[in-house]
């Protein structure tokens, strides 16, 4: 049994030749499409793009990615310009959502055939420069596409790797297909997102190839051999708290367990430090740091305080 969520097209959506169990007609707030059919069976939902309130801003977009299945969605977009665009069908792309449509012939063929990643991989083959007014990007910005596995790994206790995954994550969703994967833990079970899976060690590999057609896999390497992880990898970035007690505490542990991160991607996370104090760190430890994080709430967009680490890790570049 199928659904649709239907407004301005409503004409296009008639006499599909399938079965309809539900059908609702408006203008709705995602959370309210969400709410409706999250718990609700069906096979597929044929989406009017204008029933979604706002559907210009992609963090409506996204929220419809993570509170439902969109392998079973199928959306039909409008003559709009901006829905048309490159940038628009990309971000798609990136969250999950292979399936949409023009009129309704391609509805229908996309029923039939649903889309996989490779069918559609081509919206972010191109350098796009990032126009979006809704979200406020730098138009100056161009996303590189190179494949990535990005490894992320606490040297101190409990540096926040999980919580930065899930941030570095939440930003690069919006110009790029992104897996997250957790090696020997299950935290990310807590952020209910189905693009954020646990693995254990072993299967580790199978998960990476799985997953080989996403633009970017960041993973969560907790006590992975660094060396496995160094194979795995294209970049691994190291975690330092750099609070007193926990660098006390490392160093008691181990004088010497800087030395093994001399030409490493070293980053101050949970930091307060200002630049001197960096430097001064970096001195006295005798490693170069990478980047410097301050303390940060992963509810809101940190896009401004991740964005140059991202530039910094080559995943985007500026217009000089």
Excluded: W
Excluded at 50 to 76: C, E, H, P, R
Excluded at 175 to 202: G, H, P, Q, T
Excluded at 225 to 234: D, E, F, H, K, W
Excluded at 289 to 307: C, E, H, K, Q
Aim: aromatic content about 12%.
């Amino acid at each position: 049994m199928n659904v649709i969520v239907s407004n301005l097209n409503k004409d296009k959506f008639s006499n599909l030749g399938v079965d309809i169990i539900k059908s609702i007609n408006g203008e709705f707030d995602v959370d309210e499409i969400v709410q409706s059919f999250s718990n609700f069976f069906f096979n597929r939902m044929f989406l009017d793009i204008t029933a979604i309130k706002d559907y210009k801003n992609f963090n409506n977009i996204q929220k419809l990615s993570m509170g439902l299945d969109v392998d079973k969605i199928i959306i039909l977009l409008n003559d709009d310009p901006v829905v048309n665009s490159n940038i628009y069908l990309s971000k798609l792309v990136s969250m999950g959502i292979y399936n949409f449509a023009k009129n309704k012939d391609e509805l229908m063929y996309l029923y039939n055939n649903p889309n996989s990643y490779k069918d559609v991989a081509h919206y972010q083959q191109i350098d796009n420069s990032i126009i979006d007014d809704v979200q406020d990007v730098s138009n100056e910005l161009i996303i590189n596409n190179d494949v990535r596995i990005i490894g992320i790994k606490n040297i101190t206790s409990h540096a926040g790797a999980t919580s930065l995954v899930y941030m570095l994550k939440k930003i690069l969703s919006n110009y790029y297909s992104v897996m997250a994967i957790e090696v020997s833990k299950s935290d990310f079970l807590f952020y209910n997102d189905k693009y954020m899976v646990s693995v254990i060690e072993r299967d580790l590999s199978n998960i990476i190839l799985k997953y080989k057609d996403f633009n970017i896999i960041l993973i969560d390497l907790n006590d992975l051999n660094n060396a496995l992880a160094s194979n795995i990898c294209t970049d691994i970035l190291y975690l330092v708290e750099p609070s007193l007690f926990k660098i006390n505490k490392l160093i008691t542990l181990d004088r010497k367990v800087f030395l093994e991160f001399n030409d490493e991607k070293i980053i101050l996370n949970k930091s307060f430090f200002n630049k001197k104090d960096v430097r001064d760190f970096g001195f006295e430890a005798g490693i170069k740091v990478f980047y410097n994080i301050p303390p940060i709430n992963d509810r809101v967009d940190n896009s401004a305080t991740l964005m140059p680490l991202l530039e910094k890790l080559g995943l985007f570049t500026r217009n000089r």
